[in-house]
C-alpha cells in the first residue's frame, strides 16, 4: 500500500508540482496517471521512490515512511520498487543478461557489484523474466542490436529480476509505434495480474489509460482533479482536464 498524506512539492524556482496530494493505492493496483505536460505526473511517480524529494507531507509504503527514511532504510525501500522509463535506461554496449540482472544489484555488495558476482540463482532469475516478457531467444544479445520496444521490454525484466513489488513506468510508451505499445503495456497488464504487482503508470494516451488501467488519476497544476475507475472518465470529465481545444484533439487518440 503506498500513502500520500498531504503531500506538496515546490520546486526551487516556485513552481508548484504538487499540491496537497491525499492518495491511497493499494496493492495489486494498475493506476494510470494522466494529464496535460508539466501537471505534475511525472512528479508524483518519482516522489514515490523519492528520486524527486517531496517538500511537505509524507508518503508511505506499507506503513514505513520513505519520506523520513535515513540512507539505509531508503535503499531497502528501493528494493520494492522498480522504474521504467521513456529512456530505457539500459547500458546499449552490455548485454541483455547484464542488464537485466543489474536488477539485483540492490542486494550485494559494492565489492561483489564491481564483479559481476552473480548467485546462480539469480540468473535463473534473469531467464524466467525474459520469457515473462517474451525475449528467451535475446539473452546473450547486444542491447543496442534491439528494438526500441525490445530495449523496453528488457527493462520492464530488470524490474522483475529485482522482485519490486511496485513497479512505476514513467511514460513508458511515449516513443514507441502503436503495435509495439500495445505490446509493452500488454506485458505490464500481465505482471500485474499474473504476478500482483502494484503498476503505476504515467500516460499521455487516454485510450491507453482506459484499456488497461483499474484506477485512473488525472492531475492538472499538481492537484488530483479525477480518481476513479476508467468508466467514470467521461467525455465531460476529459475536457476539464484537458480543457476544450486540447480534449477535442485527444479523442480520436
Not at 535503499?75 to 522504474?83: A, K, N
Not at 547486444?142 to 529480476?161: H, K, T
Amino acid at each position: 500500500m503506498i500513502i500520500f498524506d498531504n503531500v506538496s512539492k515546490v520546486y526551487p524556482n516556485g513552481v508548484k508540482g504538487l499540491q496537497n496530494i491525499n492518495l491511497t493505492i493499494d496493492d495489486g493496483e494498475f493506476v494510470s496517471i494522466i494529464g496535460l505536460s508539466g501537471a505534475g505526473k511525472s512528479t508524483l511517480l518519482r516522489s514515490i521512490n523519492r528520486l524527486v524529494p517531496i517538500t511537505d507531507g509524507e508518503i508511505r509504503i506499507d506503513g514505513t515512511s520513505i519520506t523520513n527514511a535515513d540512507k539505509k532504510e531508503l535503499r531497502l525501500l528501493r528494493r520494492q520498487i522498480g522504474l521504467i522509463s521513456q529512456s530505457f535506461n539500459l547500458v546499449k554496449r552490455s548485454t541483455v543478461q547484464k542488464n537485466v540482472l543489474s536488477g539485483r544489484l540492490g542486494y550485494y555488495t559494492t565489492i561483489k557489484s564491481i564483479f559481476g558476482l552473480f548467485t546462480k540463482e539469480d540468473y535463473q532469475r534473469t531467464k524466467e523474466a525474459l520469457e515473462t516478457v517474451g525475449l528467451s531467444d535475446k539473452l546473450h544479445s547486444r542491447s543496442d542490436e534491439l528494438s526500441g520496444g525490445q530495449q523496453q521490454r528488457v527493462s520492464i525484466a530488470r524490474a522483475l529480476v529485482q522482485q519490486a513489488s511496485i513497479i512505476l513506468a514513467d511514460e513508458p510508451v511515449a516513443s514507441l509505434d502503436p503495435i509495439t505499445t500495445q505490446k509493452v503495456m500488454q506485458d505490464l497488464k500481465k505482471i500485474n495480474q499474473t504476478l500482483n504487482k502494484t503498476v503505476i503508470v504515467n500516460l499521455h494516451s487516454v485510450s491507453l489509460a482506459r484499456e488497461f488501467s483499474t484506477r485512473v488519476i488525472a492531475l492538472k497544476s499538481g492537484e488530483v482533479v479525477f480518481d476513479g475507475a476508467p468508466a467514470a472518465l467521461t467525455d465531460e470529465r476529459l475536457e476539464e482536464i484537458y480543457g476544450k481545444a486540447i480534449f477535442e484533439e485527444k479523442a480520436g487518440d
